[in-house]
């Protein structure tokens, strides 16, 4: 019992860390003073100011294109990619993910300042160069995901297949990409996770006056806060929510309906 | 399609490889070893040496230990708890400690700043309790809570995981054969999840040791990190060899890092690591 309740404590107080900062900035957002401290009454003004600050919108939509398009195309590469690698010999396969490894451990930083150098020598920094630094760092995400489902796979199927007359398109489309799809997708979703909260690849990569909701944030936050900037955080924190609460919801409602299926 | 073939299909990364990986590391190892006009030199690297730049690595270093080791003291006990959940609301639970991570990483920053700047929300409750208030904004102190903070998940995360794995009925067996909880903790727990634990460590150390916006927003210009030094010498001093020079020196540290935490990890369980 006392084990119990000590766990429970823990859990709060975790709990309290986690969400006490959360829990102050949708606080400020509805506050109708600029002070930090002292609470001026409900006010929506800051949300009405945030939907007329053009930085933020601009800031927002190249986010969202950012992260759609860098997404879509790594998952595409780093599908043809995982299929072509789970292909190779042994030793063709370890070079290959040796390379696949260098993005996901390097330093941030350093990725996003190798690049530059790159991007600077051949052409200007602009939308296209963010987007292939995005690129370059989701495939890894994407291949990490395909190829276990690959493992799994049975090659006898798909060669049965192909012996009964199935085009090699076709015995893909109808053995290979139902077992490896979930991979995909949650490939596809976890780029689009590090696209959306990237920072420091961006920074170095973009060009002047393009910005994306992390680099532009940190621009106005070395200049001073402005209090939008709660309300954008309140917009945010309940849109992950929603997202995350209607995958969850939505993967377990799958799940039950296969089992019913099965049984 | 046979195998030769399908191997063809992983020739556009191949290209993205060499022009996106490879060459960009070239590129950097280039600017790393010439000078300004071109001459081959050690100079940028050993730059490292100068006290400004060794006094940034080693507080770099001493405040991604300290962040590492708060964030594992914190997330060890978390996802033993977590584990025990009842598996029905086991899923919601571990849902609830991933979500701040969605939450844009500057956003979390801004948080910080509100709850530690002077006259920001922690200071108030203690000014109404009576209690002297903490003048931590600016310092590395503020820099350390941010850090874990932000990276308490991706400690969480993967221990959970390990631990999520161990079978219940070894340890039904365990207490069967009369093991205590402290020997089936030693036994059984701890070495089933060290993958996990090497994992955790990897991935909060290498962003602690090498982020710059953390120390850039709440340091005040008086924290200065590593990460700090080389983005000021891109950015503002436009003197890329300087900083390509000590983004190698940073790179070797991560590298070590790496090495020397997979090296413990005898089972090989951190699959994405070498």
Same mark, same amino acid.
């Given at each position: 019992?006392?084990?119990?309740?000590?766990?429970?404590?823990?859990?709060?107080?975790?709990?309290?860390?986690?969400? !006490?900062?959360?829990?102050?900035?949708?606080?400020?957002?509805?506050?109708?003073?600029?002070?930090?401290?002292?609470?001026?009454?409900?006010?929506?003004?800051?949300?009405?100011?945030?939907?007329?600050?053009?930085?933020?919108?601009?800031?927002?939509?190249?986010?969202?294109?950012?992260?759609?398009?860098?997404?879509?195309? $790594?998952?595409?590469?780093?599908?043809? +990619?995982?299929?072509?690698?789970? $292909?190779?010999?042994?030793?063709?396969?370890?070079?290959?993910?040796?390379?696949?490894?260098?993005?996901?451990?390097?330093?941030?930083?350093?990725?996003?300042?190798?690049?530059?150098?790159?991007?600077?020598?051949?052409?200007? !920094?602009?939308?296209?160069?963010?987007?292939?630094?995005?690129?370059?760092?989701?495939?890894?995400?994407?291949?990490?995901?395909?190829?276990?489902?690959?493992?799994?796979?049975?090659?006898?199927?798909?060669?049965?297949?192909?012996?009964?007359?199935?085009?090699?398109?076709? +015995?893909?489309?109808?053995?290979?990409?139902?077992?490896?799809?979930?991979?995909?997708?949650?490939? $596809?979703?976890? +780029?689009?996770?590090?696209?959306?909260?990237?920072?420091?690849?961006?920074?170095?990569?973009?060009?002047?006056?393009?910005?994306?909701?992390?680099?532009?944030?940190?621009?106005?936050?070395?200049?001073?806060?402005?209090? *939008?900037?709660?309300?954008?955080?309140?917009?945010?924190?309940?849109?992950?929510?929603?997202?995350?609460?209607?995958?969850?919801?939505?993967?377990?409602?799958?799940?039950?309906?296969?089992? *019913?299926?099965?049984? | 399609?046979?195998?030769?073939?399908?191997?063809?299909?992983?020739?556009?990364?191949?290209?993205?490889?060499?022009?996106?990986?490879? #060459?960009?590391?070239?590129?950097? =190892?280039?600017?790393?070893?010439?000078?300004?006009?071109?001459?081959?030199?050690?100079?940028?690297?050993?730059?490292?040496?100068?006290?400004?730049?060794?006094?940034?690595?080693?507080?770099?270093?001493? #405040?991604?230990?300290?962040?590492?080791?708060?964030?594992?003291?914190?997330?060890?006990? #978390?996802?033993?708890?977590?584990?025990?959940?009842?598996?029905?609301?086991?899923?919601?639970?571990?849902?609830?400690?991933? #979500?701040?991570?969605?939450?844009?990483?500057?956003?979390?920053?801004? %948080?910080?700043?509100?709850?530690?700047?002077?006259?920001?929300?922690?200071?108030?409750?203690?000014?109404?309790?009576?209690?002297? /208030?903490?003048?931590?904004?600016?310092?590395?102190?503020?820099?350390?809570?941010?850090?874990?903070?932000?990276?308490? /998940?991706?400690?969480?995360?993967?221990?959970?995981?390990?631990?999520?794995?161990?079978?219940?009925?070894?340890?039904?067996? %365990?207490?069967?054969?009369?093991?205590?909880?402290?020997?089936?903790?030693?036994?059984?727990?701890?070495?089933?999840?060290?993958?996990?634990?090497?994992?955790?460590?990897?991935?909060?150390?290498?962003?602690?040791?090498?982020?710059?916006?953390?120390?850039?927003?709440?340091?005040?210009?008086?924290?200065?990190?590593?990460?700090?030094?080389?983005?000021?010498?891109?950015?503002?001093?436009?003197?890329?060899?300087?900083?390509?020079?000590?983004?190698?020196? =940073?790179?070797?540290?991560?590298?070590?890092?790496?090495?020397?935490?997979?090296?413990?990890?005898?089972?090989?369980?951190?699959?994405?690591?070498?």
């Amino acid at each position: 019992m006392v084990k119990k309740s000590a766990e429970r404590i823990y859990l709060g107080l975790i709990f309290l860390f986690l969400y !006490l900062p959360i829990a102050v900035l949708i606080v400020l957002s509805f506050n109708n003073s600029k002070s930090r401290v002292v609470w001026g009454g409900f006010t929506l003004k800051w949300y009405q100011q945030l939907f007329h600050n053009n930085t933020i919108k601009a800031a927002f939509t190249t986010t969202i294109f950012i992260t759609v398009i860098s997404a879509l195309l $790594a998952t595409l590469l780093g599908t043809l +990619a995982a299929l072509g690698i789970h $292909a190779m010999k042994a030793k063709k396969q370890a070079i290959m993910l040796g390379a696949t490894n260098i993005p996901l451990l390097n330093a941030d930083i350093v990725t996003g300042l190798s690049m530059m150098l790159l991007f600077v020598r051949f052409t200007k !920094l602009g939308m296209s160069t963010v987007l292939i630094a995005h690129i370059t760092f989701n495939i890894p995400y994407v291949i990490l995901n395909v190829l276990p489902k690959l493992r799994q796979c049975s090659q006898n199927t798909y060669e049965a297949a192909l012996d009964l007359g199935a085009t090699p398109f076709y +015995a893909f489309r109808k053995i290979i990409w139902p077992q490896i799809r979930p991979g995909v997708f949650s490939g $596809a979703l976890m +780029a689009m996770t590090m696209s959306l909260d990237d920072f420091s690849v961006t920074y170095f990569t973009k060009g002047a006056g393009i910005n994306t909701l992390s680099t532009m944030i940190y621009t106005e936050m070395r200049k001073g806060i402005i209090p *939008e900037m709660y309300a954008l955080s309140t917009i945010l924190f309940f849109i992950a929510l929603i997202l995350l609460l209607v995958m969850n919801f939505g993967s377990s409602r799958k799940d039950k309906l296969a089992k *019913e299926r099965i049984g | 399609m046979n195998k030769l073939k399908r191997q063809f299909l992983a020739g556009p990364y191949l290209v993205w490889i060499i022009g996106f990986i490879l #060459l960009p590391i070239i590129m950097i =190892l280039y600017y790393a070893l010439t000078n300004q006009t071109g001459e081959a030199t050690l100079s940028n690297i050993l730059a490292i040496g100068t006290p400004i730049h060794s006094k940034a690595l080693f507080l770099s270093l001493k #405040l991604a230990f300290l962040c590492t080791a708060i964030c594992l003291v914190l997330s060890y006990p #978390l996802a033993m708890i977590l584990s025990n959940i009842r598996k029905k609301h086991q899923n919601l639970i571990v849902f609830i400690f991933i #979500l701040p991570m969605w939450m844009n990483f500057m956003l979390r920053i801004l %948080a910080w700043k509100m709850l530690l700047s002077n006259n920001g929300v922690i200071n108030s409750v203690l000014e109404t309790l009576g209690i002297p /208030p903490l003048d931590i904004l600016n310092t590395p102190t503020a820099v350390v809570f941010c850090m874990v903070y932000d990276f308490l /998940p991706f400690m969480i995360l993967p221990i959970y995981n390990s631990m999520a794995r161990i079978g219940k009925d070894i340890i039904e067996a %365990a207490k069967d054969l009369g093991a205590g909880s402290v020997t089936i903790f030693f036994k059984i727990i701890l070495p089933l999840t060290i993958s996990g634990v090497v994992s955790g460590i990897i991935m909060v150390f290498v962003p602690a040791l090498t982020s710059f916006a953390i120390s850039d927003l709440l340091g005040g210009g008086k924290v200065l990190l590593i990460g700090n030094v080389i983005e000021q010498a891109f950015m503002q001093e436009y003197n890329w060899n300087l900083g390509s020079g000590l983004s190698i020196v =940073l790179m070797v540290f991560v590298i070590a890092s790496m090495a020397l935490m997979s090296a413990h990890d005898k089972e090989g369980g951190g699959a994405g690591v070498w």
